[in-house]
């Protein structure tokens, strides 16, 4: 008598399907990070009929419309202006520090920034205008 041998059954898990899934994943989250673009500050430079190429600064400070302080890409309060650039006198050595003022920014707003910064050890502070056109 014939014994039949049950037929082996070979299990295998197919993983073309996952790494499809995979790249797909990869390619979609890549595309979406570069299309992404950062929030900007949105300023509108006064204009001035004298101004002067300078280099740039170690550190640039940002005053939006809406009187909101931008130290490089992150928001910080009044009070905290003065502590941070110390911190950063302390790092860099900084010694000097750009302001881009909105033209609609208060005047008075605008001097309680240099105030700090000033509180804060730096003694030149240069403010960014843009040219007058040229009348013809």
Same mark, same amino acid.
Request: hydrophobic share 50%; no cysteine; net charge neutral.
């Given at each position: 008598m014939e /014994?039949? !041998?049950p037929k082996k059954i070979? /299990? @295998?898990?197919? #993983?073309t399907p996952l790494i499809d899934c995979v790249f797909l #994943? /990869?390619?979609f989250f890549l595309l979406t990070s570069f299309l992404m673009e950062?929030? @900007?500050?949105?300023?509108? #430079?006064?204009?001035?009929?004298?101004t002067e190429k300078l280099k740039p600064a170690e550190v640039v400070i940002l005053l939006s419309r809406e009187e909101k302080i931008y130290l490089g890409?992150?928001?910080?309060?009044l009070n905290q202006l003065a502590r941070i650039l110390k911190e950063r006198q302390k790092t860099l050595g900084l +010694? !000097?520090?750009?302001? !881009? @003022?909105? @033209?609609?920014? !208060?005047?008075?707003? /605008?001097?309680?920034?240099m105030d700090e910064v000033k509180n804060a050890g730096i003694e030149a502070v240069d403010l960014q205008t843009l040219p007058k056109p +040229?009348? +013809?």
């Open positions: /014994l039949r !041998r070979e /299990l @295998a898990v197919n #993983l #994943l /990869l390619i950062p929030e @900007a500050v949105e300023i509108e #430079l006064p204009r001035s009929a004298y890409d992150s928001l910080v309060e +010694k !000097r520090v750009e302001i !881009r @003022a909105d @033209a609609q920014v !208060r005047l008075g707003f /605008l001097f309680q920034v +040229k009348e +013809k």
